[in-house]
């Protein structure tokens, strides 16, 4: 067994039973001194430190402080401090130091040396380089001599360890204290591995540098290459890009003339991952470049610079076909804007149609304001103001001060709907263009000039597989598809009947024999509730004529039989539908339409107005409903193969519609005359002055001018009678000529029936106005005749000295009509005087068939009386009244108690009283000088 004492001596123990190890000052190892064999770095060289770096290098303790390794401080926390940066946390602060794994050169150089010039920062480099080569000969120095005792001291531990085990010192290990010595001993040897790796591993990271340092220096313009592709871009140097890029790529595929003869794998190893990651970092802002190209290139529209980012894709290279993936992109952009836009068209219509029915309505005010804006437009046309073209479209969208053609909800809602349809027909317009664009892809013309890439890289995007070329052909015809079928869809969907809220009467459509009645569930729902005929023709036929204009265009730019087939017979079926919603609007004006008369009289005097309000009214709608037949609009016409023409059942309908809107019209009218619909209209008329039927003075100012009070019933029917004259001679003729000249027809048939109709109501009025005062003039004569007294056997053979006063009556009652009739309606005063006349020669022969006999005296007064009603009216006289006549005096002559005395001599009865006559006539010529004067 060896000495204790010696064994104390060789271990450095101070007793057998020692609980710690005692080591050499010589062989003790400080971390504190490798802090200064850490080497420096710039940043220039950062990058290259973080490549050659080992990823299993062990971490180990950083000083709190450090010179600035480019050589311009010792204390790089006194520079931080001195600039306000905070580096109290323990992570923030090793990013400054070099020695750390988590060095951050970026944020060295920019807080450390924010202010470093050029000049500087080569003075830095130069430095560096020096600090690298001495540090290098500080750790070779360090391994040599400190690995070197490291190795002599761990070998005389294991040699000692061994003469233990060989002195048998196992057994009594725990009480001699070797089991502790052994641990000491484990210890020191990882403390030592845990020292040294480092120093081996920056030792490596030396000669790493080293070699990376060379090829960057044999290689610049590769490593450089970063920045500059970066310099490029942002410089929008599209043509540096590509040349630099290219020549990039060149290099990259040609490695071996980059790479530094080496002569080991590992040198030519690193190497290539330098060379890995500086090409990755290449790669990485190109893919960002043409990132922000996809970007741009999915936005870009047809009428854009979509071509140049197509170029620029190819010649950068890119795996997907940038120019499938642009048509792709707009097609859909194109399907997702179709249906953003029909899903905007429905909520115009249940927005509006809402607002409207949640507000009172009455829907006649704004039809007579209407009718008669237009009347008075018509009548400037007359004098040369304005024409009729510009009477018809310088209101169209009810922009005019002084036309509006329905209710402002109305109108705005037919406006919105418009707008929309606008919007739509842009959309068509541009989807045209992109389709053209696409086609022209397909055909490969613009390929021609498109760039293949480096080594032909994007040839294969310059063509189209069989794929690709289906789906593009099926987008197109899908969005066509969509595109006709939510028009359709549009004008084909319904909505439920309407209810009339207070306000306005219920709609009686039962009492008009329709052309073509909707149906209670058939209502079209793109028709405003309570719109007029008026701005419904107005409106739709603008609406009609953007749908065939959108139409006509994709028809011209996708030829397809096909297409064009599918689009005329959407486009017909969808006129057929706005047809019915203008006939039903019609129908419905028609009930109302009477409500425009007001009894005024017209600027010639000859009616009222309700002639030309009359015509103003059909034939605005008649003009609307041939701009929807022809989908045409202000004069703008569609000519093409998508223009469905004009159906035989189409043009019947609208042909019984106006037939039927007439007579209903003309019959309403004639109601006003019937005495048990007189308390109806008064009742409308005070439903339509009602303080909740809206707040525009103009309201009121019609609901009070609808029927005024002064107006007499006689008057009325003198009005009436001459209106509905006017409208048989002058207005309906040109109206009928203008429906068969817009759907090609003959409507003489049914001008006949219409005129017979009217005819039938004239007389009616005629006789109605008359009956009165033909009744007075017979109870006058009857009177003066058979109960005035008069002898009218008297053989007296004196003459008569005057005429009968019951004559001056008769005539002075003639008079007053004249005056009357004169004064209302001049057109009538022949007609009437005619009529009456007639029936006073017819009263004449009947009262004195009642005479039983007439005396001389008797019968001479009897000739005078007849002799001045005779001359008097004379210019009045018709054959039937002088037939009338003949049997008078025969009558006369019949009943004579005389009569060959008296009417066989030789001065007959109407000599002798002749001069008796000449003087009545004489005196009462200025009572009676309308009968001379009178127009015959």
Sequence with gaps: MADPDRLRQFYNLSDEYSTEWTEPNSSTFNLNDLGSSATGDSSKYALLRQIASSASAAPYEVPQDEPDPLGSTNSIVSVLRSRGIDISDFSKRNRYFISSTSFNPRVFLRDVHPDATFDNLVNALNYLESTISERSEALRYLVEHDYDRFVQAKSSLDSVFKNIQAAAFNDPDSTLGFQQLKNYIDESNANATILMKPVMDNNNKDERLKTALSLVNSNKYFFNLPSLILSHINNNDHDSLIRDYRRGKDMRSNETDILMSSDTLTAKIEQQRVLERIWNEVEAIVDEYKQREWKALANATADQNYISIITKLLELGVEDNPIFEWISSQLTSFEQSFEASFKKLNSILDIYTANILAVPQNPSIPLIRAIRSIAEQSSFSSSGKISINAEHSSIADGNSSSVIYDSSSVVEMWLAIRLEFQDINNLISMFCLCWKRCIEFVEGTPQ??????????????????????????????????????????????????????????????????????????????????????????????????????????????????????????????????????????????????????????????????????????????????????????????????????????????????????????????????????????????????????????????????????????????????????????????????????????????????????????TSTLFELYNRRKKTLLAEGLRQGILKSGINWSSNEQEIPPTVSSYVYECLLNIVVVHSHVSEIAPSQITKVITVLYDHVVKTLLASYREVEQFGRYGLLQAIADIGLIRVTMEKFQTPEMLQNYSLLYDSIKEATVDRKALWESTHPPWEIIHPLVLKAQSSSKAEFRCFFSAKH
């Design 448 to 761: 021609r000039s498109l760039p293949t890439g480096w080594q032909n890289e994007s040839l294969s995007h310059l063509t189209f597989s069989d794929d690709e070329l289906s789906n593009i052909m099926e987008s197109g015809q899908k969005i066509i598809s969509l595109i006709s079928t939510k028009i359709y869809e549009f004008f084909s969907e319904t909505s439920s009947p309407l209810t009339m809220v207070s306000g306005a009467s219920k709609s009686n459509t039962a009492a008009l024999p329709h052309a073509h009645r909707i149906g209670k569930d058939e209502l079209p729902k793109f028709l405003p509730p309570f719109a007029n005929a008026i701005s419904t023709t107005k409106y739709l036929s603008k609406i009609m004529f953007l749908i065939s204009s959108g139409f006509n265009e994709l028809v011209i730019n996708i030829d397809s039989a096909k297409t064009t087939e599918s689009l005329c017979n959407v486009l017909k079926s969808i006129r057929e539908r706005a047809v019915n919603a203008t006939i039903y609007s019609w129908e419905q004006d028609a009930e109302t339409i009477y409500l425009i008369e007001d009894w005024m009289p017209s600027q010639t005097r000859a009616s009222t107005r309700i002639p030309n309000l009359f015509y103003a009214y059909q034939n605005t709608v008649l003009m609307g409903i041939n701009d929807v037949l022809k989908l045409s609009s202000d004069g703008q016409e569609i000519k093409g193969a998508v223009i469905p023409p004009k159906s035989s059942t189409l043009t019947n309908q609208l042909q019984n519609c106006f037939y039927n809107t007439v007579s209903a019209t003309l019959d309403s009218v004639m109601k006003l005359m019937i005495s048990s619909e007189k308390t109806d209209r008064h009742r409308s008329s005070k439903v339509i002055s009602e303080p909740t039927v809206g707040t525009d003075p103009m309201d009121k100012f019609l609901a009070l001018e609808l029927l005024p009070d002064d107006v007499s019933e006689e008057r009325k029917i003198l009005l009436t009678l001459t209106s509905l004259e006017q409208i048989r001679d002058d207005k309906l003729p040109l109206l009928f000529k203008r429906l068969d000249a817009f759907i090609n027809t003959n409507s003489k048939e049914a001008y006949g029936t219409l005129r017979s109709s009217i005819e039938k109501m």
